[in-house]
């Protein structure tokens, strides 16, 4: 049965590979210099906001002053440098969650305090209309798993407009900025290759032939989910029959087939718990690469944890993250590079190779931590709607979305083998522990540990912001009081608010310092719900009506594999996670 089930997966996958268009090599090699590009911030636009096409700032208020006229701009005054956030696509104001819940883990510029207006400056209406960047073109440079950041802000819309995050139903990016497909590749290829790859090899060590197998696999499945979840933005035109986009994001999908309170609640708490979970493994690798690299040094893992820690404080007292985003894509680079440089270094010592290392065999009481690392890696559906809908050509999502999940898999299933067939048995939680020159690899992990420390603010700043607008919008709205001072600095116990969500991250990892085991456990929680369960879910609901029985049963397979590798996942890494607070850190 699992033979079959494999086969079919397998031969899936390369019925894709053969019926899809091979890229132009040309093509590809100038993503990488776009991406730059666009990553240089641009000078007229770090110290204001443009206004939405058709719309000015404040044009509503302005509009019902004149009378409902349109068609006449009036002067606006200057608008002063805002804090910038993380952004979330549209859900309902007055909702309990708190306004907007999906998280677009690649736009930070957003205004985080104007949707906790005081009660003297609400609408007519009753509700708070705060203004936020749309999306740009340079928004999905790197996915937060990837630590990348946009660099340039988009135009200011109105939250109260009948506009989404996309600037329209139809997705439209304001101002008319798009994305062409090989962006678009690149964007997802960086969300799904960050730097957690490191610990692909130690999956082999656990899994054998079946990891390398699940490698492909779930990026098969991965791939297959995005397709579907986008397919859900859709719905045909009554008179023509031709699809139309209603929807705009994950939690809007999320809203119409679980409700639209709990439809939104359950997909904010799934992303701030993956959110806070991957800050703390940001914090868990910086302890295991330093470590690695001074192994016979005074400080232990916790302890270069608690170092390491030090230089994320600051990010409390950061409203922008226009700051470290050429940063991070040139540590973006320099990632691609050091991985370069693995793969070199192992395809050298290949007559040391293990061939009879890797086994078939499968060990059950670690594979499924293996499984939850693979699926945590492929994680990207919770920003593919809006990278769709800021496509110049959306035809050519499928497409795209099938290169860079064929690239990843080819990628990861190579780059975990033959780095376990050079290290074997030995092999490491983070494989750059495994090289033998004291100063090579010192460099590696050093060059990791920076990476990984620009890559904390992006789930941070995300987290924030939707724990903000569940917590902190003010009576009697929730429980607690803004945080923002209406001058956009943050109050004073609102600063020590982010500085303690910084310092539950680096307790969180100082008392769970296990990378591998950890991971594990995100991806076989989050990671099968967001990836796996939920998308195919959506789609049998939304669209069950018109698919035929093989279709259906493939997607309630696939959901049979999200809940059997979360059950089994969360328990085998429970049980690992305690024995190895049993058995202490090897440091």
């Known amino acids: ?97 708190g306004g907007t819940t999906e998280m677009n883990p690649l736009n930070p510029f957003t205004n985080p305090k104007a949707y906790y207006q ?46 989404t995050f996309a600037g329209g139903c139809e997705g439209e990016a304001p101002g008319g900025a798009k994305i062409n497909e090989y962006q678009a590749a690149w964007n997802v290829t960086n969300a799904i290759q960050g730097m957690f790859i490191v610990s692909l090899p130690f999956a082999v060590l656990r899994g054998g032939y079946w990891a390398i197998i699940a490698m492909v696999g779930i990026a098969h499945i991965c791939c297959y989910t995005g397709k579907i979840l986008v397919q859900c933005l859709y719905e045909p035109d009554p008179q023509t029959g031709e699809p139309v986009r209603v929807r705009d994001s994950y939690v809007a999908i999320a809203k ?82 050091i991985n370069a440089i693995i793969v070199g270094y192992c395809l050298l010592e290949i007559g040391d190779w293990g061939w009879s290392k890797v086994k078939w065999r499968m ?22 709607p809006t990278l769709e809908g800021n496509m110049e050509d959306r035809s050519k999502f499928n497409w795209m979305l099938d290169w860079s999940h064929i690239a990843a898999a080819a990628f990861k299933a190579l780059f975990g083998y033959i780095c376990f067939l050079t290290f074997q048995n030995d092999t490491q939680q983070v494989i750059t522990n495994n090289l033998h020159s004291p100063g090579f690899k010192g460099l590696v992990n050093f060059c990791l540990v920076i990476k990984a420390i620009l890559s904390y603010p992006l789930p941070f ?62 991806g ?23 698919l035929d029985q093989k279709q259906r049963a493939y997607n309630y397979f696939i959901i049979f594999l999200g ?10 890494s429970g049980t690992a996670l305690i024995h190895a607070f049993e058995i202490g850190l090897p440091f």
């Not at 060990?363 to 994680?379: A, H, K, M, Q, R």
Request: hydrophobic share 45%; proline share 6%.
């Open 363 to 384: 060990d059950f009481e670690n594979f499924p931590i293996s499984l939850g690392v693979i699926v945590f890696s492929y994680t990207s559906q919770i920003f593919l």
């Open 563 to 572: 809940v059997l590798f979360c059950v089994v996942g969360i328990y085998d």
């Open 461 to 522: 700043f995300a987290a924030c912001e939707l724990l903000e607008r569940a917590f902190f919008r003010g009576r009697p709205k929730t429980i607690f009081p803004v945080v923002w001072e209406l001058d956009g600095e943050l109050k004073v116990w609102g600063l020590a608010w982010r500085l303690a969500v910084i310092l539950g991250t680096i307790m969180m990892a100082i008392f769970i310092p296990h990378f591998s085991i950890l991971m594990g456990f995100i």
């Open 256 to 337: 119409v087939c679980f409700g639209k309170r709990i439809g939104a609640r359950v997909v904010s708490i799934a992303q701030i718990i993956e959110l806070l979970m991957t800050c703390i493994l940001y914090v868990v690798v910086c302890g295991d690469l330093m470590a690695g690299s001074f192994p016979d040094g005074a400080l232990d893992t916790r302890s270069w944890m608690m170092l390491c820690g030090i230089f994320l404080l600051p990010l409390a007292f950061l409203k922008s993250l226009h700051h470290v985003s050429l940063l991070s894509f040139w540590c973006t680079m320099s990632h691609l590079l």
């Open 1 to 97: 049965m699992k033979l079959s089930i494999v086969g079919h997966i397998r031969m899936a996958f390369l019925n894709n590979l053969r019926s899809a268009p091979l890229p132009p090599v040309k093509s590809i090699l100038n993503v990488a210099l776009q991406t730059a590009r666009q990553t240089i911030p641009s000078k007229q636009k770090q110290n204001g906001y443009e206004e939405a096409a058709g719309e000015s700032f404040g044009g509503a208020a302005a509009g019902a002053g004149d009378g409902g006229s349109s068609g006449v701009r009036s002067p606006q005054p200057p608008v002063p440098p805002r804090p910038q956030n993380v952004h979330f696509a549209e859900s309902d104001v007055a909702s309990d969650v």
């Open 524 to 546: 076989s929680f989050t990671g099968t719900m967001l990836s796996f369960i939920w998308p195919c879910y959506f789609h049998l609901k939304l669209k069950g009506h018109l």
């Open 118 to 163: 005081e009660t003297g400056t609400e609408q007519a209406d009753g509700t708070n209309h705060y203004q936020e960047t749309g999306f740009n073109q340079g928004d999905f440079e790197n996915g937060y798993q990837a630590g990348g950041y946009p660099p340039r802000q988009g135009s200011v819309q109105s939250f109260g407009s009948d506009s």
